[in-house]
């Protein structure tokens, strides 16, 4: 055929190559091989734990699987985190300090400076990254918040989602948190989970434990040679506060004697365990303005009852995650593989003071109170007391409880005292831990990854996917692991959150509690000697000035090496400006009928902060019924649905609160149907709807939900998961529309006059007095 003949066999590819198949070597390239001792690794994060929840910390709250764990393995006393969940995260993941990994605050503000960039950097790479390139099945499980709110939409871009980076699989929520027993969206891999209703008796936490043993269990049985790292973050016990009912029954009256008795019960505990050093002195109730205390017994009886009722929410939900941890583990004895499993438990941050001093039944509701006046309603609270823990409740317990969560430390979650990153962390791995006990040595998140990296004889590169990796900022615990005497050598830790400074170094912190619209200074800085004073009660700064200025320039060095600054002066700007890249969000939008719920982020743009209105095209028949559209969920929301009678009925959800205009029946051949909202200012709206041009209700004065609510995003010709209405939902269902309904139309009108993006140069103004 024209062909020429070879001349004989010669050398390529990486072996013989003859003529034929028969007369030619074979070769593959290579794949990454872990050694056939290679450990699987298993990391569980909780969210919100405060040090003193777990029954091995010195809690009444019973978790018999983490006791055992710890028992048998490495409980960690110093152990510390950041004090909020995104940073954390970051840290955890990449072994790199959170501001120079892009995650300096919460994924839910993009401000535009690269240390708050609401996503992970290019170059960092995540412990998935690293791990499946060494060979790993890679699995995440559960919250990720480490996506831009304007990434989080099914259209992407999903650069900064789990599996873009190095998860093989992921199956959770993107978001902060979720209602648990109806998530307002899951996701598995990179898709949207499309499902209207979810049934009877669904709880995330075993929903999400399902997936993570299923996965575990068809990885083992695909390749059982190949070891798999599986990030576990819980979304409990993260507000709104959640539980099943039978997990609620067993802590029912475990709390009527307070906060105060609490604290010292645990302390006792934790005393008597050996957790705390000698003379560890319990901090005194928080006392500092705005994040004060009340003693317990000065308060009614009702609000007793009440604030006991929401502690024991927040304990069931700690002993579901403990069951949670116990059917994981039975998993992977039953499989064989426990032995030689890495077993991680720690919390991303210290207990939470969101629910401020009164705590709520109406989570979203509180997160705007500091943004509208008298809006809070505690006789409201109070007369919910039933539905605490239930799905239609948004439950978030008062600051006093989160005090006793954090026992023995002062203040919460987002301050950097130790009460906000002080935790409690467990390593268990038989086939290769030394021995089990104790270890009190000081640590920190971003130890995890080059000790796991150590413990596994993976090594992490420093140049991947064609970037220069920064390099990691934590110190193995591996030397600590094998010898409890030993010092850990990893040197000094800064800590920034909202404002709030920390810096440790050895035996000696430094750290401040950051008023909002105040200068930062050196005159903010306190001084505690951690050796001695565990709790920091004794500042020590007039008496060390030379220590403080020690340590100020220590924490100034590492500010700016880690893209700390800009610091977040209070003014509440970096809420407001937002990213180029969120104009197309705030543009009008048709939604064709069928299509799923959209995204929470961009449902949002559409209405917050402003008027809007929402355009129904349809050709309406007699008898057809069903929802019209639906935005929002039980924490608030509004819905337009067609009732029995052919009855056009609004509701809206003033986070919690219903209010319902009946706007009479809708004629046979109707072709449209117009809800037009005003929002003329002090968080207000003004409602109108229409038929087929003539107005057939209005009110006034509703609420405007802002801040994350409505959460649950907009769905067309049904009202999916949580209702927005729970009465309709009792009576119908999700309630999908019978006749022909097109599209609904959303376009997004004038800003409210005090909407936020209204005053962006005002607030630049007044924190530029901070500069």
């Known amino acids: 055929m024209g062909s020429s003949e070879p001349a004989g066999p010669y050398e390529g590819f990486g072996g013989k190559v003859g003529r034929t198949f028969a007369g030619s070597e074979s070769w593959w390239p290579e794949r990454p091989a872990p050694g056939p001792d290679a450990p699987n690794i298993v990391v569980v994060l909780a969210d919100d734990l405060g040090f003193a929840d777990l029954g091995c910390y010195g809690s009444e709250i019973p978790t018999p699987n983490l006791d055992r764990l710890a028992a048998g393995g490495l409980q960690f006393t110093n152990f510390h985190v950041t004090p909020m969940c995104s940073p954390t995260r970051a840290a955890l993941l990449t072994g790199v300090n959170p501001h120079r990994a892009g995650a300096g605050h ?3 503000s993009d401000p535009g400076f690269p240390g708050y960039a609401a996503e992970l950097a290019d170059d960092v790479a995540t412990a998935a990254e690293v791990f499946r390139d060494a060979g790993y099945h890679t699995i995440a499980i559960g919250k990720w918040h480490l996506t831009k709110d304007s990434d989080l939409s099914d259209a992407g871009p999903r650069h900064s989602w ?8 992921y199956y959770g929520v993107l978001d902060a948190f979720t209602n648990l027993h109806h998530p307002h969206r899951l996701v598995e891999d990179n898709h949207t989970v499309e499902l209207d209703q979810y049934p009877d008796g669904y709880f995330v936490t075993d929903d ?16 059982p040679s190949q070891p798999f790292l599986c990030y576990f973050a819980h979304i409990a016990v993260h507000a709104p506060l959640q539980c099943k009912p039978e997990d609620l029954e067993r802590h029912r009256g475990n709390y009527d004697a307070g906060w105060d008795a609490l604290r010292e019960a645990r302390h006792r505990r934790q005393v008597e365990l050996g957790l705390l050093p000698p003379g560890t002195t319990l901090a005194p109730r928080n006392a500092e303005e705005g994040d004060d205390v009340p003693p317990w017994d000065d308060l009614d009886p009702a609000d007793q009852a009440l604030y006991a009722r929401y502690m024991e929410v927040y304990a069931a939900m700690v002993d579901n995650v403990d069951q949670s941890v116990g059917r994981l583990y039975a998993a992977l004895e039953e499989l064989g593989e426990a032995d030689n499993t890495i077993f991680l438990f720690l919390s991303d941050n210290g207990a939470s003071r969101e629910g401020e001093a009164l705590g709520t039944t109406s989570y979203f509701r509180t997160l705007v109170s500091k943004n509208v006046k008298d809006i809070e309603d505690h006789d409201f609270d109070r007369s919910r007391i039933d539905l605490a823990g239930g799905p239609q409740a948004l439950v978030h317990y008062p600051r006093g409880w ?42 920190h998140v971003t130890d995890l990854l080059p000790t796991l990296c150590e413990l596994a004889g993976v090594s992490r590169p420093e140049v991947r996917a064609g970037h220069v990796l920064q390099p990691v900022d934590g110190t193995s615990l591996a030397p600590v692991l094998a010898d409890g005497s030993r010092r850990h050598e990893r040197g000094a830790q800064y800590l920034e959150m909202s404002g709030h400074r920390g810096y440790y170094d050895g035996d000696w912190e430094i750290v401040t509690r950051h008023q909002p619209l105040t200068e930062f200074g050196d ?168 038929v087929d041009g003539s107005v057939r209700g209005s009110v006034g004065d509703l609420v405007m ?25 009792q009576r119908h269902g999700p309630f999908p529309f019978t006749g022909h309904l097109r599209a609904v139309t959303y376009t997004p009108g004038e800003p409210a006059p005090d909407a936020g993006s209204n005053f962006v140069d005002l607030l630049r103004e007044m924190g530029l007095r901070y500069e």
């Open 106 to 108: 919460v994924a839910n």
């Open 162 to 169: 789990p599996c873009q980076r190095g998860f093989d699989r």
């Open 208 to 223: 999400l434990t399902d997936r993570a043993i299923g996965m575990i269990r068809q990885a083992k049985a695909s390749n």
């Open 402 to 443: 989160a005090m006793a969560s954090n026992t023995p430390f002062r203040l919460y979650k987002i301050n950097t005292h130790a009460g906000g990153h002080s935790v409690p962390f467990i390593l268990h791995w038989p086939q290769g831990q030394a021995e089990a006990g104790r270890r009190d040595q000081w640590a």
């Open 523 to 690: 005159h903010e800085w306190e001084l505690y000697h951690l050796a001695e004073d565990r709790t920091e009660l004794h500042d020590l700064a007039a008496e060390h000035p030379d220590k403080v200025a020690e340590l100020a320039a220590g924490w100034e060095a590492e500010a700016r090496r880690n893209q700390v600054y800009p610091l977040d002066e209070g003014s509440r700007l970096r809420y407001v400006v937002r990213p180029v890249y969120d104009e197309p969000l705030q543009q009008p939008v048709r939604i064709v009928a069928g299509t799923h719920t959209l995204e929470r982020y961009r449902s949002q743009m559409l209405i917050q902060w402003r008027s809007f209105t929402v355009d129904v095209d349809l050709r309406f028949g007699a008898g057809d019924r069903g929802v019209l559209f639906s935005h929002g969920d039980q924490g608030g929301g509004y819905v337009l649905y067609v009732d029995d009678g052919d009855e056009l009925v609004f509701v809206h959800n003033g986070y919690g609160v219903p209010t319902t205009l009946r706007c009479g029946p809708v004629p046979d051949g109707c072709s449209s149907v117009r809800l037009a909202v005003t929002a003329p200012g002090n968080w207000r709206w003004d409602v109108a709807v229409s």
């Open 705 to 729: 939900l802002g801040a994350m609510a409505p959460f649950e995003g907009i769905n067309v010709g049904i009202d999916r998961r949580s209702p927005v209405s729970w009465e309709l939902s």
